[in-house]
């Protein structure tokens, strides 16, 4: 549970980002079980400061994106009778020239098949087109050889696993079986009628996260893995973009996904108890069992840190509740599961910083949440 002070801290916290660190609009929810414990925001979702941040915003989270696609991509191979361990080639033979079909889907979804960048200039609009250069691409590396975060072509991985399981897109399947039926406020490609609720987010500030700064580095050159694996597919490069309606109704699993916070730290929530929610179980336990089982920890060849991952989940720093597991998104949206305590978080802004990992805004109610929970 959460004490008193824990909420107070947390409140100061959330304010503290405002008065002190420039947030312009931001969201911050707390679950643990079937009962929300903290709900704040405030700010604006606009760069003008005219429009309010409500309980109603919604805001893209990129990369936060992919927490909720590795589960429903669990949920779709339980659904057809298999596990991480089984071999990739037992859905998708062809992928990387064959040259995957042997090893166990836990290496494309922990970030070890060396499909990051692609060769091929293919637009990020077109999954099919993706999809073929996937199929085409020479792995970067081999599993075995280590680890580098896939920032882009993960979604299409791990939609057109999706597709070949269920003959669905991965953001149909998400809303289905698992947004609904919670009552999520999340969606991997927004109907039009929920623009008008959306952030509008905003350009990432100069300066640059120290723990980011090599990745930032190896970004601006040309030629690097890290800036092939956040090009390719091309397109969307520029954060103005994300704000456009027609972006929006993408459905780009990877980085593509707008939401709220207590559609995330609920969700998180239901993932740290087991699947459960108000008595039923929504998610199967193996596909949360399957989402904290780390499978990879190493240097990461993209990021230039050292990063763990379980099936689809990025492992969180141990200065976070033990044994939490979720995913950032850049310039600093946040969420996880602590399934030790049954608590989801998340963290929902639009003022972006230049990192690619949790922010001091994030960050600083996290180290709330810890020093004052019993």
């Given amino acids: 549970m959460l004490t008193p002070e824990a909420l107070g801290a947390i409140q100061g916290a959330f304010f503290n980002n405002f008065n002190l660190r420039g947030e312009v609009g931001a969201s911050v929810s707390l679950w643990i079980g079937d009962s929300e414990i903290c709900s704040l925001h405030h700010g604006f979702r606009d760069r003008e400061r005219n429009v309010p941040w409500d309980a109603a915003t919604i805001a893209p989270v990129w990369s936060a994106t992919k927490g909720p696609a590795a589960a429903v991509t669990l949920l779709a191979l339980h659904d057809r009778g298999l596990t991480p361990d089984n071999p990739i080639g037992e859905i998708w033979p062809e992928l990387a020239r064959g040259r995957l079909a042997h090893f166990p889907l836990a290496t494309l979804l922990s970030h070890q098949c060396g499909l990051a960048a692609l060769d091929l200039p293919v637009p990020v609009q077109n999954h099919e087109a993706v999809v073929a250069a996937l199929n085409a691409q020479a792995p970067k590396w081999l599993p075995g050889e280590g680890h580098g975060y896939h920032p882009r072509t993960f979604g299409f991985l791990v939609d057109e696993l999706v597709r070949r399981c269920h003959g669905r897109p991965l953001g149909e399947l998400w809303r289905d079986r698992i947004a609904e039926p919670l009552g999520l406020d999340f969606w991997i490609s927004l109907p039009a009628s929920e ?22 580095r190896a970004l601006s050159q040309s030629g690097s893995l890290s800036a092939a694996a956040f090009a390719s597919p091309r397109g969307l490069s520029a954060v103005t973009e994300i704000n456009q309606p027609e972006t929006r109704r993408l459905a780009l699993a990877g980085f593509g996904g707008i939401g709220s916070a207590r559609a995330l730290a609920h969700f998180y929530a239901v993932m740290a108890s087991g699947g459960r929610s108000n008595g039923k179980q929504i998610i199967p336990e193996a596909v949360c069992e399957w989402a904290q089982n780390q499978r990879s920890e190493s240097f990461d060849k993209v990021l230039l840190v050292p990063t763990a991952f379980t099936a689809g989940f990025m492992r969180q720093p141990p200065s976070f509740p033990s044994g939490t597991f979720g995913h950032p998104g850049a310039g600093g949206s946040h969420a996880f599961a602590a399934p030790s305590r049954g608590l989801g978080f998340a963290y929902v802004m639009n003022q972006m910083e230049r990192s690619v990992f949790p922010t001091e805004k994030a960050l600083s109610l996290i180290r709330a949440l810890a020093l004052h929970s019993e």
């Fill in 195 to 216: 623009d008008h609720r959306v952030a509008e987010m905003l350009t990432p500030r100069a300066a640059i996260d120290p723990s980011s700064q090599d990745f930032y």
